[in-house]
């Protein structure tokens, strides 16, 4: 594994995201796909107005926003269209400025589960996304990321207005999701995907074991794959953003430091995925090294918080990196001060 040198943004492109962030979530249901255009058609003998967008790449769509003389409603679909270009235009500086930006598909599903209330209500971006985010959450440069995968998880019963379906959810997106069909065909689905071998797959998880057991759940009409210590991982999720497409989502995060003792917990259990192991492995030094930098405390608690085989594993996996000279000199000085290393 090749050692990574974090960065920090400038001040300037740090504030820029903060901004953006704090407006975001601020602003509550956001517009999905591009911000389009209004066009006024008659409808049954009368004007009225449509927002003509973009839902997904490829898909023209038209929401109806009301009749000609319904001037309040056209006025806030205007404030929103506006709103949501000037967030395409501050998403598209901040790739450039070297910001971690996931894909459209990946935008279409999160504001899809925005808009229900899936975040707001306990749901939890994991995995790769989740580390592209607090790459962004820290304003760590670093190399860019990519996934296919958007990984959620639920710690415990989600807080819904109304239950939901989540498939009819992430069908609503206009995307072509079907389940993917667990090994045991007496088992319930836990994932969906896009059709193609690379196509977008979004997979469910909660505590649990064993590794990979169905949980049930039941506010959404769907089921979990179970993963062990995911109880430590989400005990402190925190609001963030993600940033995909044009969008900047609210979603909620697990704790930095908790997702690096995880990760190097995962990197040691994984077996027969060596790539996805060194995935995890290279993400949690990047984001440890970072903490180590910036936010120390943070890092340390979370240690001291971890179950035992959570600590056991990471040990593990940090003497094998230390003695491959894998770490950063700044995280492994810390983590020696600590009596981590």
């Known amino acids: 594994m090749i050692k990574q040198k974090v960065r920090l943004q400038e001040l300037a492109f740090r504030t820029q995201y903060a901004e953006l962030k704090e407006r975001v979530l601020a602003e509550g249901k956001l517009l999905a796909g591009t911000p389009g255009s209004l066009k006024l058609r008659e409808k049954s003998g009368y004007p009225h107005w449509y927002r003509c967008y973009y839902s997904v790449p490829g898909k023209p769509k038209e929401e109806h926003v009301g009749a000609d003389h319904e001037q309040s409603a056209l006025h806030a679909m205007q404030q929103k269209m506006e709103f949501s270009a000037w967030v395409e235009r501050q998403v598209r500086s901040l790739r450039q400025l070297g910001f971690q930006v996931a894909d459209k598909e990946t935008a279409r599903v999160l504001v899809e589960l925005h808009n229900r209330g899936l975040f707001s209500g306990g749901l939890v971006l994991v995995g790769t996304l989740a580390y592209m985010a607090w790459l962004n959450e820290l304003g760590i440069i670093s190399a860019s990321a ?72 039941p506010e959404i009409e769907w089921s979990a794959q179970a993963v062990p210590h995911f109880d430590y991982l989400l005990a402190e999720a925190v609001p963030a953003a993600a940033l995909a497409g044009g969008h900047c989502i609210p979603v909620r995060l697990p704790g930095a430091g908790r997702f690096v003792w995880h990760k190097l917990y995962s990197s040691s259990v994984r077996t027969g995925f060596p790539e996805k192991a060194a995935k995890d492995m290279q993400q949690a030094t990047v984001l440890a090294d970072a903490l180590a930098a910036h936010e120390p405390v943070e890092l340390l608690s979370s240690w001291n918080e971890a179950p035992a085989e959570v600590k056991d594993k990471a040990s593990y996996r940090l003497a094998l990196l230390s003695q491959q000279s894998a770490l950063p000199d700044n995280l492994r000085a810390m983590l020696r001060e600590a009596a981590i290393l």
Request: hydrophobic letters at 45%; proline letters at 15%; aromatic letters at 2%.
């Open 146 to 217: 990519r996934t296919h995968d958007v990984d959620l998880a639920r710690a415990r019963t989600l807080k819904l207005a109304l239950p939901l379906s989540f498939l009819e959810t992430l069908r609503n997106t206009d995307l072509p999701f079907v389940p993917v069909p667990a090994l045991d065909p007496r088992q319930p689905s836990t994932s969906v995907k896009l059709p193609g071998a690379q196509a977008l797959r979004i997979d469910v998880l909660a505590p649990g074991r064993p590794i990979g057991a169905p949980i049930p759940i």
